[in-house]
């Protein structure tokens, strides 16, 4: 079993047992102060989607800039949720009005060894959210699913059931503006589009417990699909590189075969409790 995160038992049981948790996270002015950082950066993203991350982007600065001043706020908030747990990045995610800003289900990266740890992502809305403008969508108990290696440019194995299967089983998770959902790395995840007038904004980051090390994977040819790479990366890996970058600068002696397996609808419905 992998190490406690949440100080109160009652979330870490939830957290064990539906891979997500929502806290009450940000007061008003905490609100406040992230939107003016917001508005003061907006314009330095350099990203023109209809939905993005500000990670997303090229611009180191403007990344760094926005990961230093979302971190001030954040992990001084989450430190009355989390036991002993450091930032990895911190970004915004950006919804623009319109039919084309969903974000399909999938699961985020490994950060950590996942045998040992797990890591989340908090995602904190600036406004209210619902269905309407994009919330945050899951497929509890997702994160029961052993693909514990996942990383830039690997397939995922529920991709050819995303449809008929994962899309029907998305429950939406409306939230006020400051409440937040701490989710497990393997949860899979979506938003629907922003059908409102107005910019969804979220500010989040991802946490690790403090002594668990970072680690990116990357598969090294997307052609041929043999092998894949295990970098050990610090934070500062995430503000330096796209997350569209190939790193084939970046050098490891750790190599290990790609074996990718579609999951059957059977694994996937036993597994997590779909009907």
């Not at 314009?43 to 090229?58: A, C, G, H």
Request: charged letters at 25%; hydrophobic letters at 40%; aromatic letters at 10%.
């Amino acid at each position: 079993m992998t190490k406690d995160i949440f100080k109160s038992p009652d979330l870490q049981k939830q957290f064990r047992k539906q891979g997500y948790a929502i806290v009450s996270l940000l007061n008003a002015e905490e609100i406040e102060q992230l939107e003016k950082v917001y508005s003061l950066q907006e314009s330095s993203s350099e990203v023109q989607l209809p939905f993005y991350t500000s990670i997303w982007s090229d611009n180191v600065q403007y990344k760094e800039s926005v990961d230093a001043e979302l971190k001030k706020i954040l992990v001084a908030a989450l430190s009355k949720h989390l036991i002993d747990c450091s930032p990895v990045f911190a970004n915004f995610m950006v919804k623009m009005p319109g039919d084309n800003s969903q974000l399909i289900p999938h699961q985020d990266w490994s950060f950590v060894d996942e045998t040992k740890y797990d890591s989340v992502t908090v995602w904190c809305p600036l406004v209210n959210v619902n269905e309407t403008n994009g919330n945050l969508q899951v497929i509890p108990c997702s994160h029961r699913l052993k693909n514990l290696v996942r990383g830039r440019f690997f397939d995922a194995p529920f991709q050819h059931l995303l449809n008929d299967v994962i899309v029907s089983n998305l429950k939406s998770l409306p939230l006020r503006a400051g409440e937040a959902i701490i989710l497990n790395s393997r949860l899979i995840h979506a938003s629907p589009p922003n059908r409102s007038s107005s910019v969804r904004v979220v500010a989040s980051v991802v946490m690790v417990p403090h002594e668990a090390e970072l680690v990116h994977y990357v598969l090294e040819d997307r052609q041929a699909k043999a092998s894949f790479k295990k970098l050990h990366v610090t934070s500062r890996f995430f503000t330096d590189f796209s997350c569209y970058d190939s790193l084939e600068s970046l050098k490891s002696e750790e190599k290990f075969p790609y074996q990718f397996r579609e999951m059957t609808r059977e694994e996937l419905a036993s597994t997590v409790g779909l009907r």
